[in-house]
Every structure is written in C-alpha cells, then in structure tokens.
C-alpha cells in the first residue's frame, strides 16, 4: 500500500512540474510579444489617443538659442494624412530611398535641413557634403540634441540609426567614414528632410506642426 501510495504521489509531482513547465514556457513566449507589440508604439499613446506630453529641449536657428517644446506625437493615421506616402515610408517606417534619386542628394542652396514631419532644425548645410553615396550627407547636426540614435540591426548589419528627437521620424544611419573634423558621415533621406533658405542674417521661424 505504502508502496502504491508512493507512486501515485511521485506521479502527481511529476504532472504537476509538466503544467508548470509548460505554463511557464507560454509565458516566457506570450510576454516579450505583448511587449514588442507596446514597444512599436510610442509611450504616450494608448488606443490612438495622447496620455501626455513630454518637454523637451532643442536648438532653434530661427532664435539662434535653445528652447522647450513638446514632443510630437501622432497616430498613424494622422501621419498618413500629413505626409506623401514616400516621406510616411521612411519616415514612419523606417524605409530607405534609392540612392541619387532624393531632391537633396545634388542640392547646394544655403540654409537649415529640417524634419519633414515636424519642423525641427536637423542640419545646417555649411556640414553638408558630397558623399560619392546618393544620399544627402553631413559631418555633424545643428545640435545634438535634435536629434537621437539607437542600434538598429536590420538587415544582418550593425549600424546606428538617426531619428529626429522631437517626433521620432526616421532619418537614416550615421557612420564613422566622414570627413573631419567629426570624422562622421550622417546619412540621411531627402524624404525625411524639408529646406528653410537663408532670409539675410537669419532664418524663417518654424510653424511647428502640433499634435
């Protein structure tokens, strides 16, 4: 009897440790993807809606000084209605241009790159250069805090990726073959840029595009 006892109880165990193994196998698979689902959107938005507004700081070449501002975020539906659905490729998916086809890859007019989605000042075209690549290129932003970089490694390569700091547009890649004196190479998309020429000493102020 002790004996039968003892077995029925080794087996229970033994389900018991399955379910659990199992149950815990599901969850470690369930959650990293109901994370990766929250992670492809940003933050602040749930269901489509804005839960808050984040300030942050970025130069102005219109002011020729550093000023706060709201992020910008939108649902894509917004940023469908906004942008050509080249610019809403790149920009909001991440998509690359053929290269010596953008309308900046050949452009030399003397003024302020900025973000096509929300207005930022990203480059200024004193550090714009030609790259050989197709893709207009610069040595440096207008100010590091205009922009953000993250690890992207798509497509079985290391690179890092240029994304507008204020909106989170995708702007291209930035690698360490430029030119001096940063000795980096800022690539970017004409799709994710718009031009502000010089008005005599200055600029023409942004009318930020608001969310």
């Not at 219109?62 to 906004?82: D, G």
């Not at 690359?96 to 930022?120: D, L, M, P, Q």
């Not at 610069?138 to 992207?152: G, L, M």
């Not at 840029?193 to 000493?201: I, V």
């Amino acid at each position: 009897m002790d004996t039968l006892m003892a077995r029925r109880m080794e087996r229970g165990e033994f389900l018991r440790a399955a379910v659990l193994l199992v149950g815990g196998t599901l969850l470690d698979v369930a959650i990293p993807r109901n994370r990766a689902r929250a992670a492809d959107a940003s933050p602040a938005l749930m269901d489509g809606k804005m839960t808050g507004k984040k300030q942050i700081k970025i130069y102005s070449a219109a002011q020729e000084e550093y000023v706060m501002t709201e992020k910008v975020l939108k649902t894509e539906k917004e940023w469908r209605a906004q942008l050509t659905p080249e610019q809403f490729q790149v920009t909001r998916r991440k998509g690359t241009e053929r290269a010596f086809t953008g309308k900046f890859s050949n452009y030399h007019e003397k003024g302020i790159y900025r973000c096509v989605c929300c207005g930022t000042d990203l480059f200024h075209s004193e550090t714009k250069y030609d790259s050989g690549t197709g893709w207009p290129s610069f040595y440096a932003p207008i100010a590091k805090e205009n922009i953000r970089t993250e690890s992207d490694t798509s497509w079985f390569a290391k690179r890092t990726e240029v994304l507008c700091a204020r909106c989170d547009a995708h702007l291209g890649h930035v690698f360490e073959d430029g030119p001096k004196p940063t000795g980096l190479r800022y690539c970017m998309n004409s799709a994710a840029l718009t031009f502000a020429k010089r008005e005599g000493k200055g600029y023409s102020a942004v009318t930020f595009y608001v969310a």
